[in-house]
């Protein structure tokens, strides 16, 4: 049996609303979890206030500060692999992106240029002075926004 296209669609909304995340009325969980325990005490589960919303991060290592942006539908453990062997080097911080993971959702600002202004505040309040900044699918989106809107700050100079 062939779909049209508008059943195509119908389905991808479906499949993006139900990956959207737990409906309002379940209990939230907890920033701690079992993938930041699987990290060990090298690394922190934190929030932040910016930019009028709650981020959640998971910081560990010490270095030049490298930034992880996830896509969707993930949220920051899908780095929780590499996380270990970055923080040789540098300060990880992976981050989930408003209204994700641990982070609280809002009403709006999920455009590319609201979201780079809360990493750019989230930057500042962490005091990470000129991070590398890596993100996968909207991450992508939300890195590309933030050096484009603010290049003196995600842009990587050697010392």
Known sequence: M???LKQW?????????GCSGAPAESPRRSPVDSAVAELGDAFESRTA?????????VRGGS?????????FPQDWSVFRRIMPRLARTFTVVAVDLRGIGGSTATSSG????TLAEDIRQLTTQLGLDRPYVAGHDNGGMVAYALARLYPELPHARDP
Do not use: C, K, P
């Open 63 to 71: 270095g030049r500060a490298v930034i992880l942006l996830h896509g």
């Open 9 to 17: 669609m119908f389905v991808a909304v479906v499949l993006q609303v």
């Open 110 to 113: 999920y455009d590319a240029a």
């Open 2 to 4: 062939t779909r049209s």
């Open 49 to 57: 206030n910016v930019n009028g919303t709650t981020l959640h991060y």
